[in-house]
């Protein structure tokens, strides 16, 4: 066990696990389920749910993987048995499911980086046009998903401290300076205030199930929680690590990245005149406007340069989705983790390309008949993450109340925060996990049944 590669410190394990979760999940999906969701409205939702449920779990979901050292699979069947397991193995799935459709999202960031630095994207009158004939296509995404996905093999083969901690280290302090930079221009453009009243102010006649059902998933997939991505990074943490603080600085930093974007997009909405619930195509069609009005060679530069840090964020958050299915190769199975990395990262893209296809280049993949004619990409989204990840996190904490008990999960979290014992936050934790999460996530559950059923 001791031999076990870990994270070098703790700076390096907090920016990979904030790595993951900060990502296409930021910066492209929240915007646009925000605009599709009443704006404010949503987004208060979303915030309430990430501290009051998804916080306590990311706390539990880390402790379990360092407590085990193991993958998810095996830090469940470790610290239970083999049926719990199942729970962990339910999360290594979603992640393969996740990770095939994200990577061909991140194809088409990759696209637009370079059809902006290098092509004549700039100069087309109407985004939205050019954004549907775009994703459409399909040699360009071919060959761009596939090369995401080789390019995150290579960062997970050179193993947890070489490649997925330097990757982060470098990427996420840069993201960060450039969307403050264009929050200020888009917030000086005419009309910006309609953007941030719609954003900021909530009318909470607005809210439906649909909205917190979004919003939901939203805060389980933006913090990567859910599937068993935190189990194995925790895995590779030291006992010295303070869990507490790592997983508040992660949520605070990809909370305050998803609501940055939102400050970005929505002033830039309102004042080009578009509509906030258009899809997930909001940010491909409204942030090239702002690239536009900044001139031919300053829109390049910026707009390139976004483009090129949304694929390192997303690169950061692949590399964490693929690591899951790979950690349970190498521990349970004890295949060579190179051998293992190459065959999953094919097999993954493979099972992505009916989400590749379906965004109007192959009809049946386009409009599922059996899905309201909606895309394989909103299909698999939707099961394998919006449902999916708020059910893992529930089966966790029935595993942490009934089978790991209490008493041992704050023996864990102790270590590394000897104060964490007998404190307030542990016994917000303890509740959260013990009533509040499973009663509000199993209410949810009802009414998603009932909603799909009637
Ligand atoms: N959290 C990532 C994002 O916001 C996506 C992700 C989900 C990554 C689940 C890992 C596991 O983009």
Request: one cysteine or more; proline letters at 4%.
């Amino acid at each position: 066990m001791n031999t076990r590669e870990g994270f070098s410190n703790r700076l390096g394990f907090i920016l990979a696990a904030a790595g993951s979760a900060v990502g296409l999940g930021n910066i492209w999906k929240f915007p646009y389920e925000t605009g599709q969701n009443g704006g404010a409205a949503f987004l208060l939702i979303y915030i309430a749910c990430t501290f009051l449920i998804c916080y306590p779990l990311m706390v539990g979901e880390i402790a379990i993987g360092r407590k085990a050292q193991s993958d998810a699979y095996g830090s469940y069947k470790t610290l239970g048995n083999k049926k719990w397991g199942l729970i962990g193995l339910f999360g290594i799935i979603c992640g393969v499911m996740i990770l095939s459709f994200y990577n061909v999202v991140a194809g088409w960031a990759f696209g637009y980086f370079l059809e902006i630095s290098f092509g004549s994207l700039l100069q087309e009158e109407n985004f939205g046009n050019f954004f549907g004939s775009y994703v459409a296509d399909v040699s360009d995404n071919l060959l761009f998903s596939l090369g995401f996905m080789v390019i995150t093999a290579f960062i997970v083969v050179r193993g947890v401290k070489g490649g997925i901690e330097t990757a982060s280290r470098i990427m996420m302090p840069l993201l960060f300076f450039i969307l403050i930079a264009l929050i200020a221009y888009s917030l000086s453009l005419p009309n910006a205030m309609a953007g941030v009243r719609f954003y900021l102010m909530p009318d909470f006649s607005e809210i439906t199930f649909e909205t917190i059902y979004s919003a939901v998933g939203q805060a389980f997939f933006s913090l990567s929680l859910g599937l068993g991505g935190l189990i194995t990074y925790g895995s590779y943490i030291s006992k010295k690590e303070n869990i507490i603080r790592s997983a508040s600085m992660i949520t605070i930093m990809d909370m305050s990245v998803a609501f940055l974007a939102g400050l970005m997009i929505f002033p830039l909405v309102f004042s080009q005149g578009q509509e906030p619930a258009q899809g997930p195509g909001l940010v491909f069609v409204v942030l090239p406007g702002i690239f536009q009005s900044m001139g031919p060679i300053l829109g390049k530069i910026v707009g390139g340069g976004f483009f090129l840090l949304l694929c390192f964020a997303a690169l950061t958050s692949t590399i964490s989705l693929l690591e899951i299915p790979v950690a349970y190769l190498v521990d349970q199975k004890k295949k060579s983790r190179k051998l293992v990395v190459w065959v999953m990262a094919m097999v993954i893209f493979l099972v992505g390309l009916p989400s590749m296809l379906s965004q109007g280049a192959v009809r049946i993949f386009s409009s599922l008949p059996f899905y309201g004619n909606k895309s394989t990409l909103d299909f698999v989204a939707e099961v394998f993450s919006d449902i999916s990840l708020p059910l893992g996190g529930l089966l966790m904490s029935i595993f942490i109340a009934r089978r790991w008990t209490f008493s041992a999960f704050s023996d864990e979290v102790a270590e590394g925060n000897p104060k964490y014992k007998g404190s307030f936050v542990e016994k917000y934790i303890h509740i959260v996990i013990k009533y509040i999460a499973p009663v509000a996530l199993g209410i949810f559950f009802v009414l998603i049944v009932l909603e799909k059923i009637f």
